[in-house]
């Protein structure tokens, strides 16, 4: 008999109740993070038989525990990058403070699949082809197969009659008025209860909104309880609140030191033949950056080709009609009666042309933000205006007639990655001046205005708020490459090693995530980060020659307190 939904994420509390004070002294393989990269080789690794250590720096996040108040995601929100370190180490969302460019992330038990919008798109691979990523990878099949084993895996499917949602009729008057279609993609999140692929069983999705910010329904396809799980199943050891804080090779491979959060004062050293790097863009970046400094044989383009995959977002004020596009969470913190909202993002228009990819996301404002609705108009020293919205509330007529619009776009990836005070930071100070991205912009703003209404630019990019443009997809730091003076990474996902010649890697070392990506993207990346670690599996299979089954149903036997 399966398990249901909470038997089965009971019965991950007690395995990531487990930190690194728990760790055995050597593993055949550890992986740092647990997001889509992460998720994939431990997994794999995992049905090759190998023993399996995954190294996770957040928690475990249960129903019900993801933050609903503005207080309680205060309280889960820490400050990195050029900022102070403020706030718990632990907590689910990060802000990483850069030049010109702010990273918003996630940590915990499934990466940035916890709190994404879940939106599913397969990348042009002639774009890619274009944009100089290694020949093999978009030519050999296996990404296609990659492609195809992610979608599988992560049960993905678009909404179900989005029609009955005002915030989808909105997109759809807005492509209609720029002579676009709206198009709806596949998303990570299941809209019917039952078993997904891991064994767990899901609850469908109740269009609260507030997927951004960790959904509280068990609805989201997330890596916890899609690869993570069948990771367990197959004998992984997950250790959370396990800080990498270095990786060093040794003699027989490579050694790994990790520090306890829940002790800070604790730190543990595990060895491994094989780790995977994969924790998130910036996190893996960092690592690599301390181990050069500490004499680890790198390439010289560590930290470079970092990309905001054209990201950026806008605000459409003064609608015509109504888009219902303020999240009201679960539980409800919506007026009584409130019409549902939808998922946070499912729909899409194309703005694209020859000069590149567009594409036009529509969001939903979660509570924190639309509460900041006063404060911007003050700032803007409209009096009228902050005491008209601190008066009507969140869920005011104004504001159900206004909405966020994500944009994913192009950039060059000139952007860096660098170390300071051993930290990683974004250092992008011309990202807002870049040409692609205000291309992109003033499509959306006479999208906006076509369909009558009033365009506002990023409320984050205000002196006030911190000057930056917000992200979501960062890519790059550790790109792949034909060979190590135009990449850190090859084809097969192993860190090139520059004392074994243009093509020689460091053995057993692998990047899994974001940061292997050399370009943007183009569209909404977690299929092609998730795909691009399925295939390096793949090759990793063949290299330590071993079987990877990836169709065999796992055994699930009696566990006891022990896992």
Same mark, same amino acid.
């Given at each position: 008999m399966r398990e249901s939904f909470s038997s089965r994420i009971e019965r991950f509390?007690?395995?990531a109740s487990k930190t690194v004070a728990d760790a055995m002294p050597a593993y055949d393989a550890v992986i740092i993070g647990s997001g889509y990269?992460?998720?994939?080789a431990a997994s794999r690794l995992a049905r090759m038989g190998l023993r399996v250590a995954v190294l996770e720096q957040g928690r475990l996040w249960r129903l019900g525990d993801f933050p609903v108040s503005r207080k309680a995601r205060r309280k889960a929100t820490r400050l990195t990058g050029r900022a102070p370190n403020l706030g718990d180490p632990t907590g689910l969302y990060y802000l990483s403070i850069g030049k010109g460019l702010t990273v918003f992330g996630a940590s915990g038990l499934g990466g940035g699949s916890l709190i994404n919008a879940g939106i599913v798109l397969r990348?042009?691979?002639?774009?890619?082809?274009?944009?100089g990523w290694p020949d093999a990878v978009v030519g050999d099949g296996l990404l296609l197969e990659g492609l195809a084993r992610a979608e599988a895996m992560l049960g993905v499917a678009p909404v179900p009659a989005p029609e009955r949602f005002a915030k989808f009729a909105g997109m759809r008057r807005a492509a209609a008025a720029s002579g676009r279609?709206?198009?709806?993609?596949?998303m990570t999140i299941s809209h019917r209860p039952g078993l997904n692929v891991a064994g767990v069983m899901q609850y469908a999705c109740r269009h609260c909104g507030d997927c951004w910010s960790g959904c509280n329904v068990g609805a989201k396809n997330t890596v916890g309880i899609t690869y993570i799980a069948d990771a367990v199943d197959h004998g992984a050891t997950v250790l959370c609140e396990s800080r990498a804080q270095s990786i060093s090779k040794t003699e027989s491979g490579w050694e790994v030191v990790v520090q306890n959060l829940s002790k800070p004062s604790e730190s543990r050293r595990i060895e491994a033949p094989i780790v995977v790097l994969a924790a998130g863009t910036l996190g893996t970046t960092e690592l690599l950056l301390r181990a050069q400094q500490r004499g680890l044989k790198l390439s010289a383009r560590l930290g470079k080709k970092f990309s905001a995959n054209g990201d950026d977002l806008v605000i459409a004020s003064d609608l015509g009609e109504p888009v219902n596009a303020i999240a009201t969470g679960f539980p409800s913190q919506g007026p009584r009666g409130a019409a549902?909202?939808? /998922?946070?993002?499912?729909?899409?228009?194309?703005?694209?042309? #020859?000069? +590149?990819?567009?594409?036009?996301?529509?969001?939903?404002m979660l509570t924190v933000m639309a509460a900041l609705a006063p404060l911007k108009a003050l700032l803007q020293l409209n009096v009228r205006g902050a005491l008209r919205h601190l008066k009507g509330g969140i869920y005011s007529d104004e504001m159900s007639r206004t909405q966020i619009l994500y944009i994913v776009a192009h950039d060059d990836a000139s952007g860096q990655l660098r170390l300071q005070n051993d930290r990683v930071m974004v250092d992008w100070p011309g990202y807002s001046d870049a040409p692609e991205r205000v291309r992109a912009e003033q499509k959306?703003?006479?999208?906006?205005?076509?369909?009558g209404g009033k365009f506002k630019v990023n409320p984050f990019t205000m002196?006030?708020?911190?000057?930056?443009?917000?992200?979501?997809? /960062?890519?790059?730091?550790?790109?792949m490459g034909e060979t190590? #003076?135009? +990449?850190?990474v090859g084809p097969d996902g192993r860190v090139f090693d520059p004392t074994k010649g243009p093509k020689g890697v460091h053995d057993g070392l692998y990047v899994c995530d974001g940061a292997a990506v050399p370009s943007a993207i183009g569209v909404s990346p977690l299929l092609t980060i998730t795909a691009l670690a399925e295939r390096a599996m793949i090759l990793a299979a063949t290299q330590i020659q071993r079987k990877l089954d990836v169709d065999a149903t796992p055994p699930r036997p009696a566990r006891d307190a022990a896992m």
């Open positions: 509390v007690v395995i990269g992460g998720g994939v990348p042009d691979l002639g774009r890619l082809r274009n944009a279609s709206v198009q709806l993609p596949a549902p909202v939808g /998922p946070h993002s499912m729909a899409l228009i194309d703005l694209g042309d #020859e000069h +590149g990819p567009v594409w036009v996301h529509d969001g939903t959306v703003k006479t999208l906006i205005e076509r369909m002196a006030a708020f911190g000057g930056n443009r917000i992200i979501a997809h /960062p890519l790059g730091g550790c790109a190590v #003076e135009d +990449g850190v």
